[in-house]
């Protein structure tokens, strides 16, 4: 049957491939997330917060200059009005133990918020309803930023590295788990609640964990990460690192052992763009990124002392449009490019893989891009959802794939 389309479109598909493998397109920087941690480079005396960029070793820059040490630290979610950058730090005040401040992002005007006689030793922040929550040796301190009302939860109870995902509405926390009997030995166990911190319950026990080692959840894929200590003789050290999912289930063992491990690894990190984890290695005094399989680490930056470490995503949402590889906030012929050069020429790396996957099947193949063209130019179905308007997934072979950025029309 003859085509309807105007003539500028009929185009055949072989002719599309051709001209596609033809075409070159300029490369483009990726948007990495950022690293905030408080502590001192190697080359500096300064004490204070730093950021780094986690694409780029040894890009750290100071953010802001502090006197007293740092406990832990978060910072608001991009494209949130009035960003803020918010640390627990100790106090030298008489009668009160720890101090929570706030500053703008970049680092100008700090505001005491709260000084109390607790050890305040973790901290999580809903950006969007403006509520920190703050683990304490006396349970969890719910903050809100407007308003400044507080209230306490899960008193008696020493919390430790405190975790939040905002999208998903969970706390994740280490603390004991419940007495089985009295006078008993509690090992400490990873505990979730919902933001209102309400019917708190174990996930499951992690007897070898301690609290100076890390922890962390990856908000993409939504795991539970934390570092622990295997005394078994399984790996080459005693230092490992597990993950699990966010109900507990598919408890495993990611790695262990190795020269970058050979020291406790504290303030673990994720780094959600490119799946690796981050940590700093105190012998080493240096900050890794690794990939889970444990190979191609690379050092970061050199840190002579840390106190505290989080990752900052520079995205707000896990939204795209599938089809808009380059994430540019449009679905048009330079997205089946960038595929295709990828595939062919290893160039171009998709800012958003799962966007590419136009044929659902998980992978990234020519099939992609040809049914994308068909879709442009000659008519054919569109791709799958989230398309033509930015949405989730619940694909679990989108979240493999992964997206290094979303785009800004999907905030």
Known sequence: MPSTLPHSKQISRTTLIALILLISLPSFSILADELFWAGVPSDEEQYGIYAADLEVPNSIRLVTALEHRVRDLTADAPHTVNRKLLWLSK??????????????FDGTRHDL??????????????????VAYIGTDNGIIRFELVGFKTDTFLEETFINNLSIDPEEGRLFWIAEAPEREPGRYRPPAIWTSNLE??????????????????????TVRKKIYWAAVDLSGGCNSVERINRANYDGSEEELVFCGGPILDDWPSWLAADMRSSNLVWHNGELE????????????????????????????????????????NQDGRVE?????????????????????????IELNGEIEITDSVLLLSHL?????????????????????????????FPDNCQ
């Not at 918020?113 to 403006?130: C, F, P, V």
């Not at 490019?337 to 996957?357: H, M, S, V, Y």
Request: charge should be negative.
């Open 377 to 405: 130019f000659l008519g054919g179905p569109g791709p799958a959802h989230p398309y033509p308007d930015c949405g989730g997934s619940s694909l679990e072979s989108d979240w493999q794939l992964g997206c290094l950025v």
């Open 286 to 325: 240096s900050v890794f990124s690794v990939e889970e399989s444990g190979e191609n680490n690379s050092e970061l930056f050199k840190a002579s002392s840390l106190d505290a470490m989080k990752v900052i995503p520079r995205s707000a949402k896990n939204e795209f449009v599938r089809g808009d590889v």
């Open 333 to 357: 012929m330079t997205d089946a490019i960038n595929t295709l050069q990828w595939l062919f020429l290893g160039e171009n790396t998709p800012r958003c893989k799962a966007a590419a996957d």
């Open 113 to 130: 918020l709260i000084r109390n006689s607790l050890y305040m030793g973790s901290l999580a922040l809903d950006s969007k309803n403006r």
């Open 197 to 218: 911190v309400e019917d708190p319950k174990v996930l499951f026990e992690v007897g070898s964990f301690t609290g100076d080692l890390g922890f962390t959840v990856d």
């Open 91 to 104: 106090t030298r005040i008489q009668n009160k133990r720890s101090e929570l401040w706030y500053s703008n």
